[in-house]
């Protein structure tokens, strides 16, 4: 909105100190002061008195900070400034929540010790260490590195920021380091996309201004570590290296590293933070010697202290951490907020609306926090655009950019978004020019004065993207996810149609696809739904007439609220029975009331006692102690801790439906190299991995080979089951010829009897009249690379296509080089 001088300057009271503005956030406050220093450039009086309100404002939205601890000097120079760098980053936020108490306290003043669980391995008994402090587990030799696991929003990076600032903040008041452990805090994106590699990207962190390229760290970490200390290496968010390949890379190389060390009985530790890692990269590290932990998720007692600390000791504090607890218990979100983050989003949604019901579900969670951010940052964003205004000097070209800008900055956040979980550490202004270069031309970047520095700017009032150290980057890799689920869901016809191919694409990969395809496309189904209610109930109808996976979809849907009909929610209740296990948990999270009636009496009647365990476990998830109080009667049912909270304790077993998105294809390099490395055991273990990424098409000739030759190799089983896929693939006329062309040529790879269904596959579709030329002419290829007779054979087919009246001068020339080359 526009805002006039007279309006604004009412805002500023002679008495700084007893300044009580309106409902505005301190940073909005700062804007408006911008703009009264502009209006009252020529007037002394008023400037002076905006200044000292401007400065009172600026140290008012800091957060409070610790004195700087005195350094004794002992240390080496470089050391002392990692340490102090690394001490200051402990205490700020990872990821920054506006306003409201809590946000600006210090980290270690809000931050909940978090607990590790050591996974239970198979084959090994249960009894495994289950809520370590990180503390404790590195005093223990027997853990040298740690491979560190949680769910999206799970808190890796609040445990490693705090890890490395008590480190940091103990060595620097010792003034010493011997027997201790040094950290060096980074992420795994800064390490991935490191031009010169590890080894120098760790030097440059340690040795800042006086780096020097000879300077590698494996090499000169022994002239910097005192006596009996060790260097902890903190590798944070490995999870955000999207591209396959460079995790592929990223784990060789830390691996080695580490065994490094390990095999010269050198003083290094690493610390590897990441969402829950597929068994193939697990492996990798296993074998370097990690030993892999899973971040416990917030029990009750540790969601109450968090309350008390976000909302302090002071009055109102207290009544007002029991009303957040009060009014999660209401909504059923105390499951939800097991998730740190999402406890921290929760936190800050209250304080916007203390009045108002916190909402019943994760995307409502999102959407309410979204719409906070653009109420709080909406003085600050106008007051930018309305700087765009003058600063055009009535150039058309120009207003229609900051026209542009107005109308389709979500546009613009949601392409950051897509850019944020499909690629490694993206230069995400650089993304926002190049998008705003092809929206606008190319003048666009010079009608505007500072245009990318205007555009950097604009992009933090949406309150989602933030500036650390010079780079734009989203608050939370969740928040991106989001966002990218929105953008992909806008892509889906406005009207639910399950037999066009738009619609066919994500419907399967929701219903079919595994793991994080799956639940990217049914978080897109969901931004959808809202948008779309008379649809959502014609997508959710249609779901529950299909198989169990359909109508396990379906229910994913609604517990994350879903628009539906009573009748969707009766239908979902009434299959539960007959549905897969996991279902059970999904109806824990509806809020519809019918959903607690069925729990209840399925709990308490006189079903199978495993089905009354399900139900009882699903009634715990949002009624914890009427659960407790069946159990209580029937002393047959016992529920663990987990069946007691619905706390999901391993990271990899995800909630109801979690808005993520994490690349878990696998490179055509990437896997290469890691089948080299693996045992067949571990080939057996992933094989039915193996043999989806043969069907599904995505490698190239030379690596499926690669691959068939493995699983034929470990897993004969697997390996025929395999070929029978492909082998109805290519047999399906009813499929496309791309489908088919490339399942027959996966099927010659298993040679015997799979060669001739194979050969016979190429050879019809290359008679086949019907196909389209191209078509045709790889089938023809293909029948040639088997060789012998087939080559001849070939040729004749190719010829005969030749003779033929062949209009587009591509497809002749592409026909004719196929021809030359069989016939040498």
Known sequence: MDLDAQRLSSWIPDDPAKAVAPSLSSGDKIWALVRLWHEWADEPVPATRSQRYFQSLIEDAQPERRPRTHLSGSLPVELENLLERQQEQGELWPYIIHDGFGARQPLSEVHVPQLLDAPPVAGEAIDV????????????????????????????STLMARLAGTMSEHLLQQGRAEGSLIPIWTTASHLATAPDGVDLALSRLVYGDAYDADRRFTKAMGALTPEGATWLIMVDGFDEVSSVGERARLTQRLATLAERVRADEAQARFVVASRPLRRLERTVFHRAGFSRWVVAPFGAEQLGDFASRWFGAEKPGPSQAEEFLRQAELAGLHDTMTNPLLAAVAAAVFEAWPDRILP?????????????????????????????????????????????????????????????????????????????????????????????????????????????????????????????????SLC???????????????????????????????????????????????????????????????GLLLAEGSPATPAHVASFLEQLPFLPTDCWSTAGHLADPSAHEV?????????????????????????????????????????????????????????????SHTDDGWETSALVALLEQLTAEDIRAEARLFSELVCDGSLENSDRRAVIYRLCEAAPEE???????????????????????????????????????????????????????????????????????????????LTDLAQQDIKHPIQRMELQEALAELRL
């Open 129 to 156: 260490a289950q809520g370590v402090l990180v503390d404790e587990i590195l005093v223990s030799p027997a853990n040298r590195h740690l491979l560190v696991e949680a769910g999206p929003g799970g808190g890796k």
């Open 360 to 488: 019943a579900n994760r995307y409502a969670l999102y959407e309410q926090y979204r719409a906070y951010l653009v109420s709080a940052k909406s003085l600050q964003r106008e007051a930018h655009l309305g700087y765009l205004a003058p600063s055009t000097l009535r150039n058309p070209v120009a207003l229609d950019c900051a026209r542009f800008l107005r109308d389709h900055f979500d546009d613009l956040l949601r392409h950051l978004a897509l850019a944020t979980v499909t690629e490694t550490s993206p230069d995400l202004l650089h993304v926002a020019l190049s998008w705003l270069t092809e929206q606008l031309g190319p003048r666009a970047r010079t009608s505007i004065p500072g245009w990318g520095e205007q555009v950097a700017a604009l992009l933090t009032t949406s309150g989602l993207v933030v500036s650390v150290e010079d780079r734009l980057r989203f608050l939370h890799v969740s928040f991106a996810e989001h966002l990218a689920a929105e953008a992909r």
């Open 492 to 554: 889906l016809p406005a009207r639910f149609d399950p037999t066009s191919r738009d619609w066919t694409v994500v419907l399967d990969q929701a219903v079919l696809g595994k793991e994080t395809p799956a639940q990217t496309a049914r978080a897109a189904l969901l931004h959808f739904a809202h948008r779309h209610p008379l649809e959502s109930a014609r997508m959710l109808s249609w779901l529950q007439q299909g198989t169990k996976q359909h109508q396990q979809t379906a």
């Open 599 to 659: 729990l209840r009496s399925y709990a308490s009647s006189d079903h199978p006692r495993a089905l009354r365990m399900h139900a009882l476990a699903a009634l715990a998830v949002r009624h914890p102690h009427e659960a407790e109080e069946i159990r209580s009667l029937d002393g047959t049912l016992q529920l663990n801790e987990h069946d007691q909270t619905g706390v999901q304790k391993s990271p990899g077993a995800q909630p109801p439906l979690p808005l």
């Open 719 to 797: 390996a025929h089951r395999t070929a029978q896929c492909l082998q109805h693939t290519a047999s399906n006329t009813e499929l496309t010829p791309c489908s088919r062309l490339n399942a027959a040529q996966g099927l010659s790879e298993f040679g015997g009897r799979y060669l001739t269904v194979a050969t016979a596959t190429f050879t019809s579709m290359a008679e086949d009249v019907h196909c389209v030329l191209p078509i045709r002419l790889a089938a023809a290829e293909c029948l040639a690379d088997l060789g012998g007779q087939h080559v001849e054979y070939a040729c004749r087919l």
